[in-house]
């Protein structure tokens, strides 16, 4: 945290409802120190009636940077004066930044998966085949990223089949050179692709079903699981019990929170420090749930 706050402090945050459980805070107080600069990140918790209000207020008030979860991803658009194109495709925000007096909105979400799995996974997704499960935001912004790259294929399943079949449309639409495929079920093999991804809640809770039969895995199958709390999920125990490259969701947490923090201060930021930051955050966490 800064050592002193004045009238130049900057300030930063993160909006949402509820917002109290965000480890951004501890992310972007981390980097904020390390770089020297004096700013602060809160949590702020606003309620959706209230979010048109807010972002007006945030505006008048000069806040310089926010980021936004659930469940104003989708809610804050029609407020903000800008919206940069690859967020409008989404359709989905999760960055803002306050520049000349303008709200502009960006979406790090998918940019953030993407580098996780380049740096962590070591896996470049040209030319690869990728199963996803859901259709929400989450997926959303990994299913566009994805193709924006080169991916090969990449498949959605959704339990509501409308939410799969917009996206895939909306995918079609704007990656003609990706093979857009949706599932009608659950796969019996994973045979044809090279990576699978949960882009589901579905593993947040220690009595959720497993959605995927471990016997569907191939030696060669990469597996990803954006849940990031716990930090090791039913799926991730056992695709790492069958020797399979694994990645849970706190590097998509990390680098989008990275290029967020990268947009506002055009600094490079120190990855290390908000790694570290985020580790310790959700480490202490899980240990008060025991």
């Not at 945030?58 to 936004?68: D, F």
């Not at 090791?232 to 790492?240: E, Q, S, V």
């Not at 490259?245 to 998509?252: E, F, I, P, S, V």
């Not at 989008?256 to 201060?265: C, D, F, H, R």
């Amino acid at each position: 945290m800064v050592s002193k706050i004045d009238a130049h402090t900057q300030l930063y945050g993160v909006i949402g409802y509820p917002v109290r459980h965000s480890f951004s805070p501890a992310m972007h107080h981390a980097a904020f120190h390390k770089a020297k600069l004096n700013a602060v990140y809160l949590a702020l918790e606003v309620h959706p009636e209230n979010l048109k209000d807010a972002l007006a207020g945030i505006k008048a008030l000069g806040i310089s940077g926010l980021n936004v979860t659930v469940p104003h991803k989708e809610a804050c658009i029609p407020f903000l004066d800008d919206v940069y194109p690859t967020a409008k495709l989404i359709g989905a925000v999760n960055t803002i930044h306050l520049k000349d007096g303008k709200l502009i909105g960006y979406n790090t979400d998918g940019r953030g998966f993407i580098r996780a799995l380049k740096e962590i996974l070591k896996v470049n997704p040209k030319g690869k085949r990728f199963f996803i499960l859901g259709a929400g935001g989450a997926s959303r912004a990994v299913g566009f990223n994805l193709a924006k790259e080169g991916a090969k294929v990449v498949t959605f399943y959704d339990i509501v089949r409308s939410k799969a079949e917009n996206l895939v449309i909306d995918l079609r639409l704007n990656f003609p050179n990706c093979s857009i495929q949706l599932a009608s079920t659950l796969p019996r093999h994973l045979k044809d692709f090279d990576c699978l991804i949960n882009a589901t809640p579905v593993g947040m809770k220690k009595n959720d079903p497993l959605l995927i039969d471990p016997k569907v895995f191939h030696p060669k199958l990469a597996v990803c699981d954006l849940i990031y709390n716990p930090s090791r999920t039913k799926l991730l125990k056992l695709a790492k019990a069958k020797r399979l490259k694994t990645m849970n969701g706190l590097g998509m947490l990390l680098y989008q929170g990275v290029i967020a923090w990268e947009l506002w201060t055009g600094k490079k930021a120190p990855v290390s420090v908000m790694k570290r930051a985020l580790e310790k955050a959700i480490f202490y966490s899980q240990k008060l749930k025991v």
